[in-house]
């Protein structure tokens, strides 16, 4: 026997955007203010392995309301101690409504793998999983998205947010973590960069044979991080911004600066001692 069609539980349109305005006005009086930032592959070159994009870059943040749906707190594994050191396995779930998503984003759908920046928290955590069919079809329509997100771990992703959507916030949190390279310049140099300028080698910026950004300076030692090309030791290098030209002295990629207790570069100066990295046949005296 058919349902009866005196009924309209799931095909009624009006009570079908009643519900999607309810559960907007629910998520804008209760929700809090996130930025979503989504994030493109720029890269040809893929990992094959991992089945991952080799760079990824976020260049917008959108400002949206979403609904906390962990109010007692944080899920996941919390705070432990691992082999690895201190690991926090914060998780976040938000509600966000399909409409106002596209809306303000202009994307079809979250996706996993974007980011939501949390300012309760001021942290940034990642999309691991959308479920789109949750409430399940009420009155015959889904109108949110959940969103289960974990804490965002910083692996040189870029990000080139404009300052208009809190684009300095990102800058910080890129320069700070990113891989960094050290380069040296003559002891009896005084100049001073700009944090977070690019400087390169060659003619202009344009056609420079090699660019990077400035993530710190102590004295005549700079770190720089998102570099392109390759910098090459005593020629000059130019900054954009304070305008300054000086030589390069020496270049070292060993330097960790995010860590304080690095020591990679005592284990290179140590393995150097103990065996000879130059032998291309180490192993059978010549015979291969």
């Known amino acids: ?93 938000l509600i966000v409504n399909k409409e106002r998503f596209t809306e303000e984003t202009f994307t079809a759908n979250p996706r996993e793998g974007d980011l939501i920046y949390f300012p309760l928290g001021k942290g940034i955590f990642q999309i691991k999983f959308v479920e789109h069919e949750n409430p399940f079809y009420s009155l015959g329509k889904n109108t949110v998205y959940e969103l289960t997100c974990e804490l965002f771990k910083y692996s040189n992703e870029e990000f080139d947010i404009p300052p208009i959507e809190s684009g300095a ?6 320069r700070e ?20 300028e ?26 720089i991080y998102r570099i392109r090309g390759s910098f090459v030791e005593n020629i000059d290098i130019q900054s954009t911004k304070s305008s300054l030209v000086v030589n390069l002295d020496s270049i070292d990629d060993q330097v960790i600066s995010t860590s304080e207790f690095d020591d990679n570069e005592e284990f290179e100066t140590e393995g150097d001692n103990i065996l000879d990295f130059s032998e291309i046949d180490p192993w059978s005296e010549g015979d291969l």
Request: hydrophobic share 35%; glycine share 6%; proline share 1%.
């Open 1 to 93: 026997m058919a349902t009866n069609h005196y009924f309209k539980n799931f095909n009624s349109f009006p009570q079908q955007e009643l519900l999607n305005s309810l559960t907007k006005e629910v998520i804008q009086m209760s929700g809090i203010n996130v930025l979503y930032l989504k994030g493109s592959a720029t890269s040809s070159i893929k990992d094959t392995l991992l089945n991952e994009e080799t760079l990824v870059v976020y260049k917008n943040a959108y400002e949206i309301e979403m609904y906390i749906n962990t109010t007692t707190g944080f899920e996941g594994g919390g705070d432990i101690s691992s082999k690895f050191g201190l690991e926090i396995q914060d998780e976040l779930i």
């Open 169 to 174: 916030l990102f800058d910080k949190v890129e």
């Open 177 to 196: 973590n990113s891989t960094t390279t050290e380069i040296t310049f003559p002891s009896d140099s005084s100049t001073v960069f700009w944090i977070g």
């Open 198 to 223: 690019t400087i390169y080698q060659g003619a202009d910026l344009e056609n420079s044979t090699a660019r990077a950004k400035v993530a710190s300076q102590d004295r005549n030692k700079i770190n």
